[in-house]
């Protein structure tokens, strides 16, 4: 089976804080993604990446910066956390895209980030 | 950009009825895939069934069936036979062919009542 571990799955942090979210994928998957949820406006992307070192924006990346020095390993960073960032973060993984089928993409549980 | 929508915050179904949830999206690509996703209280993203756009049969996966119409842009899901372990949160997801990203709905909240 596929496992997505992300590794703390609720932290509280302090405004100011500087925060590390990490996530390991153990299927060689060469995409991964950082995702927050919030109620009422679903899921929605902050970066992905589909090689090591390699990283693309999503939709809502400002306050966030990621990291992927080892493909298995993908990290979600907060350089100066703030109140509005409190959120559920997900993290996936997926193989590459072929562009004749659709590939499955596999969740971690998630991470509850609360920022006091 | 595309867009999701599922219009129906919360739904309730009895235990070994059926229930459809709804979702429609706005798109001007011709080929796309589109998902849902279940999210149980535990929060782990569990894929429910996919289907592809350029498939005219609507996918099916044990008690869960879709009813895709690409003119009117709907791709609802039904559960039938209802049980317990079906109740969570059920999101819909669009992924085009050229990209790697997934759009989400805002989700819809199922509870099954025994």
């Known amino acids: 089976d596929v496992k997505v571990t992300q590794s703390s799955r609720y932290l509280v942090k302090r405004t100011g804080e500087k925060v590390f979210l990490e996530c390991v994928q153990d299927m060689d998957h060469e995409n991964m993604f950082w995702y927050r949820q919030d109620p009422g406006l679903g899921l929605r992307l902050i970066y992905f990446s589909y090689d090591v070192k390699m990283k693309e924006k999503g939709d809502i990346p400002e306050g966030y910066s990621v990291s992927r020095e080892k493909k298995e390993r993908f990290s979600l960073i907060l350089e100066s956390a703030s109140t509005n960032q409190t959120s559920m973060y997900l993290c996936a993984s997926s193989l590459w895209t072929d562009q004749s089928f659709g590939n499955t993409i596999y969740f971690g549980e998630g991470s509850w980030l609360t920022v006091v | 950009a595309q867009t999701v929508t599922q219009s129906q915050p919360e739904m309730s179904v009895q235990e070994a009825e059926t229930v459809t949830l709804s979702c429609t999206y706005d798109t001007s690509e011709s080929d796309y895939y589109l998902f849902w996703y279940k999210q149980p209280p535990s929060r782990q993203m569990i894929l429910v069934i996919r289907?592809?756009?350029?498939?005219?049969q609507n996918a099916t996966e044990n008690r869960f069936s879709v009813n895709f119409q690409k003119a009117a842009k709907s791709f609802s899901l039904k559960i039938s036979d209802s049980q317990l372990g079906d109740a969570a949160m059920y999101f819909c997801a669009y992924r085009s062919p050229y990209g790697n990203k997934l759009v989400f709905g805002a989700g819809t909240i199922l509870r099954v009542k025994s």
């Open positions: 289907q592809e756009a350029y498939k005219q």
